[in-house]
Each structure stands twice: as C-alpha cells, then as structure tokens.
C-alpha cells in the first residue's frame, strides 16, 4: 500500500514562503495524479494543486501565481512551492493520490 508523508509546514508572516513536501512510499509518479488539497477552520476541503502522469499542472484560482506544485521522480516526493502567502492560506495542507490516498496532514499558518 501507498503511504504519504507531509512535511514543512510552520508559521509565516504574510508574504512568506514554505517548502511543502509529500514523500510517497512506492513507486507512483507516472502513474498517479498527486494532488495538495487544503482545510481551513471551519471551511470543507478544497484543492490547492495537482500534477498528472505527464507533468501538467491544474491549481485553485486562489493560489494561481503564487503556488507552484512539482515532482521529483527520482526522490518520488511531491512539492508544494507557496509564496507570497496570505493569511487565508492557514489550513492543513494534505497530500493525496487519485483522491484515495492520503496523508495525515501539516499546519499552514499564516500571520498577519
């Protein structure tokens, strides 16, 4: 079975940058659509980014600019580039496979 991994999320003032990483157990990339979804207090999940077996990209309008999300075969871990951050960006940033796997999860938290 597939397991996902979260890591590098933390506390930022608006107008920062966080790293988010996704190691993924297996080997997936090629062969899966890896997504990054987000949960803010009080709101449903919503989707942030994913990337299909070919490298294309698809992100929220929200984010458009600012998030870049990437692959990296070869370390079979999945990115999530934030910059310029904005405080409604505080969530819980999960990672996932096709929308069935998915990971447990790290704290975005953005200041104002």
């Known amino acids: 079975q597939v397991q996902l991994v979260e890591s590098g999320g933390g506390l930022v003032q608006a107008g920062g940058s966080l790293r988010l990483s996704c190691a993924a157990s297996g080997r997936i990339f090629g062969i899966n659509v890896m997504g990054w979804y987000r949960q803010a207090p009080g709101k449903q999940r919503e989707l942030v980014a994913n990337?299909?077996?070919?490298?294309?990209?698809n992100y929220a309008d929200s984010v458009k600019g600012r998030f870049t999300i990437s692959r990296d075969n070869a370390k079979n871990t999945l990115y999530l580039q934030m910059n310029s951050l904005k405080p409604e960006d505080t969530g819980v940033y999960y990672c996932?496979?096709?929308?069935?796997?998915w990971g447990q999860g790290t704290q975005v938290t953005v200041s104002s």
């Open positions: 996932n496979v096709d929308l069935v796997i």
């Open positions: 990337i299909n077996t070919n490298g294309r990209t």
